[in-house]
């Protein structure tokens, strides 16, 4: 493949589109099929992988918020209150359903999933091949975002959290002592280890790898891998842990900042309790004001999953609920993941021939309702789950359902406001600050943000919390609970088009300011393990698992 790699890159110096270039090239040489940027891109040099690796850049989407989300799974286990009550009437997963032996809520068919289950739950084979596979499309996961999925984490054993996160660190810092030199990816030693240019799909090939990368697992610290992971080149900048609302009280939180955690996805999926009950969540809206206000008031980021087309609901209570979301000062959530229910076979909501779910058409014109209406402040993360259409036996099996939405959006002359739909992509030529308070969970939020007219740069989240819950966090203190500046993930220490201008500094001075304004003697950030350098250079120090600062009157 060599051949027409190189061919692909002599048509475009002469100036060829790359489209012309793979086809061309692919017909010179008799290629069965046409050729794909990962084949270009694994079979050149590192000088012209260097020259042409933003042409050829494959999914360039995933990293294009600045991170590079890592998705992992852990091994599957009932929920706690299917025990007794079983699974949730829609949940098509567990150790006892009808997909085999997967995690709760997950069909075994999705990718992430497939990608567990290949490495056998192992978290540092997930890491490890996931870091591999962003390398080999032409991307840079050097700032990861450690995402865990796979059930309710928090109701797992501390032994087993402790290990499932030291391992997954383990793998980012492995990975980052054997193929980078003088913090520069040595691309050779890259394709020497993972047998490339080659078929990545070939099982020999990837048995072989595997059993490489399982002799590099050794016996290990979650504090030692905490700590290597400050200097690492791939850098954990954000840890994410799903779980159910009656799992993330006090208890489970203060574990999760132990792990690391900055950010807690929380399975809502409803404001009624009327529907909870219906579909056997097990836990209530009153759960879910309750942990909210502990995760805010510990500085973690709030994001809910939220269900539409449940039992017991309709079109109005579902449009409802996201109002009562946002002007509830008790729930305002800083994200959202909106899933229509899907029905699967197996579960108890398959074998209800009664319970008619949405459409995709009709799916469509809620969300678009809903994000007509959705705060500045909120990114709306995912609209429908990653399960695959084959396995949806009844509900909107689409995969594009987000483009449906968008079409809705634009026959309304609906615009959405969510961070999500005002990220920028090009460089800001000039940029304001925009300051928005309001009250939430008993404390006091300032969404700061840096903008170029509608287009979101950077924003930080800024709150004065109600209660004191741990040591750290005094009465006179303030929380960022995020800082964040958009545009493709620029290498650490190098300027990138949006990223390492001195957005983020300037918007963590507008916070100080704001704070001492107030009263605030003490600024503590909920901060990524892999960031903690960055706040240290800005006079932060450790204190407990955050970063603070002691606020001095100018």
């Not at 000039?430 to 903008?451: C, M, N, R």
């Amino acid at each position: 493949m060599r051949a027409p790699s190189k061919e692909v890159i002599d048509l475009l110096e002469q100036g060829h589109k790359l489209s012309i270039a793979k086809r061309e090239a692919s017909k010179k040489h008799k290629l069965k099929g046409l050729i794909t940027n990962i084949q270009i891109l694994n079979h050149l040099t590192q000088k012209e992988r260097n020259k042409y690796q933003t042409k050829l850049i494959t999914k360039p989407v995933r990293t294009s918020s600045g991170v590079a989300p890592v998705a992992i799974m852990t091994s599957p286990t009932e929920c706690p209150h299917a025990k007794t009550t079983g699974p949730c009437t829609m949940c098509p997963g567990g150790p006892k359903s009808n997909f085999g032996n997967v995690p709760q809520s997950y069909t075994g068919a999705e990718p992430a999933t497939r990608r567990a289950l290949r490495a056998n739950f192992d978290p540092y084979l997930q890491v490890f091949n996931r870091l591999e596979q962003f390398i080999a499309i032409g991307q840079l996961p050097e700032k990861v975002e450690l995402i865990i999925m796979g059930g309710t984490f928090p109701a797992r054993t501390i032994n087993y959290q402790d290990t499932f996160v030291k391992y997954a660190f383990k793998a980012m810092n492995d990975f980052s002592k054997i193929f980078f030199t003088k913090n520069k990816l040595n691309l050779e030693k890259f394709k020497t280890f993972f047998e490339l240019p080659g078929d990545i799909q070939d099982e020999a090939r990837v048995k072989k790898v595997i059993a490489k990368i399982k002799k590099l697992k050794k016996i290990c610290t979650l504090e030692k891998e905490q700590k290597r992971n400050e200097t690492s080149n791939i850098k954990c900048i954000g840890l994410v842990i799903e779980t159910r609302p009656d799992y993330a009280n006090l208890k489970e939180a203060n574990q999760m900042l132990k792990l690391g955690c900055t950010r807690v996805e929380l399975g809502v999926q409803s404001t009624s309790n009327k529907v909870l009950t219906k579909i056997k969540r097990g836990h209530s809206i009153e759960d879910s004001i309750k942990s909210t206000q502990i995760l805010k008031d510990l500085g973690f980021k709030i994001n809910y999953h939220m269900m539409i087309g449940l039992p017991k609901s309709s079109k109005k209570q579902d449009i409802n609920q996201f109002k009562e979301l946002f002007s509830n000062e008790d729930l305002k959530p800083d994200m959202l993941k909106i899933y229509p229910c899907l029905v699967t076979k197996g579960t108890e909501l398959y074998n209800d021939k009664r319970f008619k779910p949405l459409t995709a058409k009709k799916a469509a014109k809620i969300v678009a309702e809903v994000k007509k209406d959705i705060p500045p402040y909120v990114r709306i993360m995912r609209i429908q789950r990653d399960i695959p259409h084959t396995q949806i036996a009844r509900g909107p099996n689409v995969t594009n359902l987000r483009q449906e939405v968008d079409k809705v959006m634009r026959k309304n002359k609906y615009l959405c406001n969510c961070i999500r739909c005002r990220e920028i992509k090009e460089p800001a030529k000039a940029h304001s600050i925009k300051i928005l308070a309001y009250e939430a969970s008993e404390g006091v939020e300032f969404f700061i943000e840096a903008h170029d007219k509608n287009k979101i740069i950077g924003f930080c989240r800024l709150r004065f919390p109600n209660q004191s819950l741990r040591k750290e966090i005094t009465k006179d203190s303030a929380l960022i609970r995020e800082l964040h500046v958009y545009g493709d993930s620029a290498i650490i220490g190098e300027a990138g088009k949006v990223q390492h201008k001195g957005i983020g500094k300037e918007l963590l001075k507008i916070a100080e300011k704001i704070s001492k304004e107030n009263n605030k003697n003490k600024m503590i950030i909920i901060s990524g393990i892999g960031v903690r350098n960055y706040y240290k250079k800005l006079n932060y120090k450790l204190n407990g698992p955050y970063m603070s600062k002691k606020l001095t009157s100018s």
